[in-house]
């Protein structure tokens, strides 16, 4: 009996090496974009973020100081002057300075309430105290936008938010 010898070899054909190559090429291809998604997706959210905490942040500011508030001294389009029970915090200006929102308590140092990251705008305090004086009431609006250097026209960088709210002075 003779056998046949049987020749084994090593290694692939140049149509599995194409099929392989075309078979990577095809998933490197729907991946590559998934994952740019996911990145820019995770930029977005930090930028909604930064924005909308921000927001929050100086909304209830405004909002403790002038509940906190003893009186109103003045009220502007873009500040406000409020009366404070200690000296120290007395008067407490809230104001728009350059697209940040200011708050000076006394004679202490003026401080921004927004991060160096955020620009505000459409600033504006509205007085309706009554005409008796017994309820005095303040409301406020602002734009808050993103402001991250560099970031030009790239939509996962921008973002907004337009927030309005009102106070009273509990003092009354």
């Known amino acids: 009996m003779k056998r046949k010898r049987q020749k084994f070899q090593r290694g692939f054909?140049?149509?599995e090496i194409i099929?392989?190559?075309a078979i990577l090429t095809i998933m490197?291809?729907?991946?590559?974009?998934f994952a740019w998604n996911i990145i820019e997706g995770g930029a977005k959210s930090t930028t909604?973020?930064?924005v909308f905490a921000n927001a929050r942040f100086i909304s209830e500011r405004i909002k403790y100081e002038i509940r906190n508030a003893t009186g109103i001294n003045s009220v502007s389009s873009t500040a406000i002057s409020l009366t404070t029970a200690t000296s120290a915090t007395n008067p407490t200006v809230i104001d728009l300075s350059s697209g940040n929102v200011r708050i000076t308590q006394g004679t202490g140092s003026t401080v921004n309430l927004n991060?160096?990251?955020t620009t505000v705008s459409n600033f504006t305090f509205t007085n309706y105290t009554?005409?008796?004086n017994k309820t005095k009431h303040i409301q406020?609006?602002?734009t808050l936008n993103a402001n991250y250097a560099g970031a030009g026209t790239r939509q996962e960088y921008n973002a907004s938010?337009?927030?309005e709210g009102s106070a009273e002075v509990r003092s009354n």
């Open 115 to 117: 991060s160096p990251d």
């Open 130 to 132: 009554s005409s008796d």
């Open 28 to 33: 490197l291809t729907t991946l590559i974009p």
């Open 19 to 21: 099929i392989y190559v």
């Open 13 to 15: 054909t140049y149509i």
């Open 161 to 163: 938010t337009t927030i």
């Open 48 to 50: 909604q973020q930064e």
């Open 140 to 142: 406020f609006t602002f």
